[in-house]
C-alpha cells in the first residue's frame, strides 16, 4: 500500500559526526519535504524538493543536506555543522501541484546526539 | 512572512464535552491554504482537513467541524462530543498559492496538545 517510509525511528550518534535519516514515498509525488520539530513546538521547513534533481533551502537549512536523485528518495544529512541537532525530523510528500494539495507525512525519526 | 498562531497550549477537558482549538493566521496572499493535522503520540501527522481561502464554507465531519472567517483570519477546529481517543497534538497550517520561483512549504502553528480526560 502507499505511503512514505522513514528509517530508523530512532537514531544516536555522537558529535561530530555526519548522519543521514532515509525518506521513500511510493505515492508518485513529485514534491517532497523534510520538517524539524522540537518540544513543544510547531514544524520548520528545512528542505524541498519539487522535482527529480533540484531543491531548495527552507527556513532552516543550515547545517543539512539533501539530494534528490530518484522521485521516490528525498534523504537528509545532518552534518556536524548543525548545532543542535538533536530533534525529531519528519518528512512530507505532495502531489505536484500550486501548493493547494495536503502533505502527507512520514512516521519520523528521532535524532539524538550526544 | 506568513504567521500562524495557536494561542492555546494545552487544553483538558472531561469526555464528551466540545472543546475548540484556535487559530489565526496572517498572509499578506489573497489566495492561500489552511490546513489542520493531527499528531498522536506515535508522532506521524495525519491530515484532517484542507481548506481554499476563496471558500468560507464551514465544514463538518462527522463530531469535527471547522469554522473559516476570513474577516478574522481564523480557522478553528471544534470536536463535538470529545473521545479518549481524540487526545493528541493538534497543529494548523498554512500554505500560499506558489508563483513562478515562489516558495513552497508549510506554516505551522506551535499546536495545541489536547487532553480528554475519562
Known amino acids: 500500500d502507499g505511503g512514505i517510509t522513514q528509517s530508523p525511528k530512532y537514531l544516536f550518534r555522537k558529535e561530530g559526526q555526519n548522519v543521514t535519516l532515509s525518506c521513500e514515498q511510493n505515492?508518485?509525488?513529485?514534491?517532497m519535504y523534510w520538517y524539524r520539530q522540537d518540544p513543544g513546538q510547531g514544524l520548520r521547513l528545512i528542505y524541498y524538493?519539487?522535482?527529480?534533481?533540484?531543491?531548495q533551502k527552507g527556513d532552516i537549512a543550515e547545517g543539512y543536506s539533501v539530494s534528490r536523485e530518484k522521485k521516490e528518495s528525498f534523504p537528509l544529512t545532518v552534518t556536524s555543522a548543525q548545532k543542535n541537532p538533536t530533534a525529531f525530523y519528519l518528512c512530507?510528500?505532495?502531489?505536484?501541484?500550486?501548493?493547494?494539495?495536503?502533505?502527507?507525512f512520514g512516521p519520523g525519526t528521532r535524532l539524538t546526539v550526544t | 512572512a506568513q504567521k500562524v498562531t495557536q494561542a492555546q497550549t494545552e487544553i483538558s477537558v472531561v469526555e464528551k464535552e466540545d472543546v475548540t482549538l484556535d487559530c489565526v493566521y496572517e498572509?499578506?496572499?489573497?489566495?492561500?491554504?489552511l490546513f489542520w493535522y493531527k499528531q498522536p503520540p506515535s508522532g506521524e501527522l495525519v491530515f484532517l482537513i484542507r481548506?481554499?481561502?476563496?471558500?468560507?464554507q464551514n465544514e463538518i465531519s462527522g463530531r469535527y467541524s471547522w469554522n473559516f472567517q476570513k474577516s478574522t483570519s481564523s480557522f478553528n477546529f471544534t470536536i463535538t462530543a470529545s473521545q479518549v481517543v481524540d487526545s493528541a497534538v493538534y497543529f494548523c497550517?498554512?500554505?500560499?498559492?506558489?508563483?513562478?520561483?515562489?516558495?513552497?512549504?508549510?506554516?505551522f502553528g506551535k499546536g495545541t496538545h489536547l487532553i480528554i480526560q475519562p
Open positions: 481548506r481554499n481561502s476563496f471558500d468560507e
Open positions: 512530507a510528500s505532495r502531489a505536484s501541484g500550486d501548493g493547494s494539495y495536503e502533505q502527507y
Open positions: 505515492l508518485n509525488h513529485d514534491a
Open positions: 497550517a498554512l500554505s500560499e498559492a506558489l508563483g513562478v520561483g515562489g516558495a513552497d512549504g508549510l506554516t
Open positions: 524538493s519539487q522535482i527529480v534533481n533540484d531543491f
Open positions: 498572509t499578506r496572499d489573497t489566495t492561500y491554504y
